[in-house]
């Protein structure tokens, strides 16, 4: 599946979503969650997730508008966007723009 990363995340009133203070699009928000820290259930990330999460983040980042993921790409992001983030009209966005490729 292709995904636009250039995609702007806004809140329902169409506000930009900020990351740390700034603007940010899907790109930058895929990215985090790639290499989000901890596993699912909390525990330290192994080597071979560390080594996965590295690469998709990579793929992620040197991509320049779209990114072609995996189904199981796609699956990982969205269960590390959902540890990720607490903001409800990102996560929700994030989880239709790939559920809708």
Do not use: C, W
């Amino acid at each position: 599946m292709k995904l636009d990363i250039t995609k702007e995340i806004k809140t329902l009133k169409g506000k930009p979503i900020n990351l740390n203070g700034k603007e940010a699009n899907l790109k930058e928000f895929l990215y985090r969650a790639a290499l989000f820290p901890a596993t699912l259930d909390g525990k330290p990330v192994d080597q071979e997730e560390t080594l996965g999460r590295y690469h998709l983040a990579k793929k992620i980042l040197e991509s320049q508008k779209e990114v072609k993921l995996t189904a199981e790409e796609a699956v990982k992001l969205k269960e590390l966007t959902a540890k990720s983030f607490d903001n409800i009209e990102l996560k929700a966005q994030i989880y239709e723009i790939i559920d809708n490729g």
